[in-house]
């Protein structure tokens, strides 16, 4: 039960992460079912017509982007260390083209055309365009989550970097490379007790008792050499 503690916080950070993404997700579809540009046509001859151009029509990568993500909250669950983090850049990037998509939206100094050109109009025939700006504003705010999983994936991914050796033995453990060999974890510490050893002593520095100590036979039988020739 010890050794789980530092885990769940991890575990914890990984969680809301994931639901930050499905979240996004689930956003990024819905803003791609939005009415963000309104294209009015005339043509002298027929009334005049509306056409309404969805987030999914402005912006074609919008439905992708969204399951980008929901991929990833997905692959969240079965990947630690450098593949978090290697998922946690694929999320800044989804985040940043997100939020690329909302701004440019409002820098464009006029949609008209871009919107007759979406709606298959010709241009002589616009009369007028309209933005709608709760789609935008929308996909900017998921934007802003986006980038708050991918952080929260990251921190995750750093957390948990240091509990792959936590289900190794410890003979496994003390056998890992070590940057500075003179520094003992406090995890070794006491394994090296529980197995009687000591473990501030240099294991190339323990006497070698079959060498120092002469053996108790051969002691024995040269005693009784000794008295038979007497």
Known sequence: ??????????????RTAQALLVLAAAGLWAVSRLTWVDVRTFDGLSPPKLVRLSGAAWSSALVPLALVL????VAALAVRGWPL???????????????????????????????????????????GSQRH??????TL????????????LMRAAASTGGTVTKYLTPAARRSMP??????M?????????????DPTQDPTDRPQESAAQP????????????????
């Open 1 to 14: 039960m010890a050794d789980a503690q530092p885990d769940r916080p991890g575990r914890r950070t990984i």
């Open 70 to 73: 929901l991929a990833t909250a």
């Open 85 to 127: 983090r290697m998922l946690a850049l694929l999320v800044a990037v989804v985040s940043l083209a997100t939020g690329y998509l909302a701004i440019s939206f409002w820098v464009v100094p006029d949609v008209a055309v871009r919107g007759a050109d979406l709606a298959h109009v010709p241009v002589l025939t616009l009369v």
């Open 133 to 138: 700006y709760p789609g935008p504003v929308v």
């Open 141 to 152: 705010v998921i934007a802003i989550c986006t980038l708050v999983g991918a952080v929260l």
């Open 178 to 183: 070590q940057r500075d060999e003179t520094i």
């Open 185 to 197: 974890s406090e995890r070794m510490i006491w394994d090296a007790l529980d197995e009687g050893e």
């Open 215 to 230: 053996r108790e036979p051969e002691r024995e039988a040269r005693h009784d050499a000794d008295t038979e020739g007497r």
